[in-house]
């Protein structure tokens, strides 16, 4: 009675308060696929660490308290029944022993201590009295292996697993809700719907309910069963949630609305009246997507990029939301093979988006190859702008200088900050003015409404700034200098250093030579500009095949290098990624390039590596082979053979004089002529 009703009971009421600020501590985004159980978020077990170190505390202090091990006296062997030796067998007769070691495996599981969980987990398995014990602890080792991603041992479990049908509904939900978990965490949607159902039939709870119903919708849409995922969220709907729940299954039902099928006016007039409720303030962003969405589903592309780009634009703290509306607009131009706009949509997409996002990784990824291309085309964009501007006429370039500066300080005379007031060089600032234009006339007048701008601004600024706090001073090199008690002479250099540079760039940009000093106004400096392009071709059709995966456009830009600049160092190499590229998917054209670097620079080491494909193992042999007599004449160096020495290097420089070791022997040879001398 002692060990249920006070220590074990005081115990579990600790666990049970854990288990309470993991669930309300959670919050669901559902605008995602939910998680089956709130504590697969890796942040609930700092919520509940204290509450179920606490029941471990009284659960292993009931077990050697109350342990009780020894036999009850028998009966004479002849006259036991099979219970009789089934209790005699016992290694433990107190039955709070079993729950209490249950209770230790779930707490420490609770606080993600998966391993020494597992280990009292397969305990009770093999020790517990209580039949209905081993099964629970083993349906927890399953959780435990979804929680580390061993899939096939958790379907092991489950399936060696028999549940009769007369256990309790709470262990028969447990049963198929870790099932479910199982499939969806691998994707295998389709595979989960049904464990969720028979869950959905034996849990209890208002919340625990319309969760599982709101999830099943989930599954079904995923799996592509648009009436059914419909119909489930009218039931969500129907089962009157908190409003955030209620709306988000509004919302999804127009997300997976069919077109086709339905009237796309009627859902339509949802959603703009929802647009009207005072209700929605917070959500508008959310509608304003899912407008977004029914609009592309509908082909009307221009009337979806305007929704998207309001839902951008909605104040809202659901930064996700922003990412995901973002995204939508990356994705679409992407698609139309836009990739300056692509690359700066997916940049703020992932700014956005929680780190925990399912997707977040590969759209990292994504964003980091695109921006690779994009760095290159800025690059040809911009060096193209300033030879186009310092091909103009004096008067008309000096005009075009003076309408900049006029535009700068006008801004500044209306309290305004000039969007063209930090621009490095005359050709930047002209090119990102034709893309401001185009934004701004798309989009609107204002720069802070004008999404598109300040994508692109926001880019540019960690481009130059970094990921910088939202503080005071942010641009001061000595912010923790910079307070209203620094002495009046303490940091003053710092300060007076930074202050002055920026005075000095905040009067460049208003004079002209701020906007000339990168013009390519001569020969020397048109050449110079001509190279940056030709390699930003070259860097870009490597960054097209290699991290885009892109053939056609990587083809183009190597041609674009042939075409422009015919004289270039860099045509071979050019044609040998021209060869390499079409390789797999043109035959023919990869031929024709390989016969054309052959002929036009067959001494090149790209003509070398088509033309000989043990090439490159020659030449990694000729490596070695350098790198062994270098060592070699080091070494007799050291043993002041210095003759030797000499004549090693010698020897070594007339095979490979070309090589990066080179250097080295010309080096050592010095030294070991003084060391003669």
Aim: proline content about 3%; hydrophobic content about 35%.
């Amino acid at each position: 009675m002692t060990a249920r009703y006070n220590i074990y009971f005081n115990g579990y009421e600790s666990f049970k308060a854990g288990l309470l600020k993991v669930i309300n501590g959670h919050t669901d985004d559902y605008a995602e696929l939910l998680k089956v159980f709130e504590y697969s978020d890796p942040s609930s077990a700092t919520r509940c660490s204290s509450d179920m170190e606490k029941a471990i505390q009284k659960a292993s202090k009931l077990i050697s308290l109350k342990s009780i091990t020894a036999r009850p006296e028998g009966k004479e062997k002849e006259r036991m029944t099979t219970a009789d030796e089934e209790l005699l067998n016992r290694k433990e007769y107190n039955e709070w022993v079993d729950d209490s070691y249950l209770l230790i495996a779930k707490s420490r599981f609770y606080k993600q201590e998966y391993n020494e969980s597992a280990a009292v987990f397969e305990y009770c398995i093999s020790q517990a009295n209580d039949p209905m014990v081993r099964k629970e602890a083993s349906i927890w080792l399953a959780r435990i292996y979804n929680e580390k991603g061993k899939y096939s041992e958790s379907y092991r479990t489950l399936t060696e697993l028999e549940i009769p049908s007369k256990s309790s509904k709470g262990l028969k939900a447990m049963y198929y809700t870790t099932m479910a978990d199982l499939f969806i965490k691998q994707q295998k949607y389709s595979e989960a719907i049904d464990p969720l159902e028979k869950a959905i039939d034996l849990v209890s709870g208002k919340r625990t309910k319309y969760r599982l119903k709101y999830l099943l919708a989930q599954l079904n849409e995923q799996a592509g069963n648009a009436s059914a995922a419909i119909s489930l969220y009218r039931d969500v709907v129907k089962m009157k949630p908190p409003y955030d729940v209620e709306f988000n299954a509004r919302i999804n039902i127009a997300g997976v609305f069919d077109v086709n099928a339905g009237n796309p006016r009627e859902m339509r007039k949802e959603m703009e009246k929802m647009l009207k409720d005072s209700k929605n303030k917070d959500f508008l962003d959310q509608i304003y997507f899912a407008l977004g969405n029914l609009s592309m589903k509908e082909g009307n592309d221009s009337e979806a990029l305007e929704f998207y780009r309001k839902s951008v634009s909605s104040s809202s703290v659901n930064q996700n939301q922003k990412g995901r509306s973002y995204l939508a607009l990356a994705d679409y131009y992407y698609r139309e093979q836009d990739l300056m706009k692509a690359g700066k949509y997916y940049d703020s997409t992932v700014f956005l988006l929680d780190k925990n996002h399912a997707d977040y990784q590969a759209l990292r990824s994504k964003s980091q190859n695109l921006n690779t291309v994009v760095s290159q085309l800025t690059i040809i964009q911009t060096e193209d702008s300033l030879q186009k501007v310092a091909g103009m006429p004096e008067s008309e370039r000096n005009a075009l200088i003076l309408s900049i500066i006029n535009d700068i300080t006008k801004a500044e005379s209306e309290g305004k900050t000039s969007q063209y007031s930090d621009r490095y060089n005359l050709g930047q600032f002209y090119e990102n003015e034709r893309r401001f234009q185009d934004n701004i006339e798309q989009e609107g007048k204002w720069y802070f409404y004008n999404q598109a701008a300040l994508t692109f601004g926001r880019t540019e600024f960690r481009r130059r700034w970094g990921d910088r706090k939202l503080e005071d001073n942010w641009r001061r090199i000595n912010k923790a200098r910079s307070s209203g008690s620094m002495s009046a002479t303490e940091g003053s250099d710092n300060t007076q250093n930074v202050a002055d540079s920026s005075i000095t760039e905040t009067l460049d940009y208003k004079k002209p030579e701020f906007y000339l000093k990168n013009l390519p106004l001569t020969d020397s400096l048109l050449a110079l500009s001509d190279s940056r392009i030709a390699n930003a071709y070259l860097n870009a059709g490597k960054a097209y095949a290699e991290k885009i995966l892109d053939p056609e456009d990587a083809t183009e830009s190597f041609e674009k290098i042939i075409a422009r600049y015919p004289g270039s160092e860099l045509v071979p190499e050019a044609i040998y990624n021209l060869y390499k590229v079409n390789k797999d998917i043109n035959y023919t054209k990869s031929e024709t390039y390989r016969q054309r670097l052959i002929k036009m620079f067959p001494e090149t080491e790209f003509a070398r590596m088509i033309s000989d494909p043990d090439y490159y193992n020659k030449k990694m042999e000729a490596l070695k082979m350098a790198e062994y007599l270098y060592q070699e004449a080091y070494n007799t160096y050291i043993r002041e053979n210095f003759t030797i020495a000499v004549s090693l290097c010698d020897s070594a420089l007339k095979k490979y004089s070309q090589d990066y070791l080179a250097p080295k022997f010309i080096l050592l040879r010095a030294y070991s002529i003084a060391r003669i001398s």
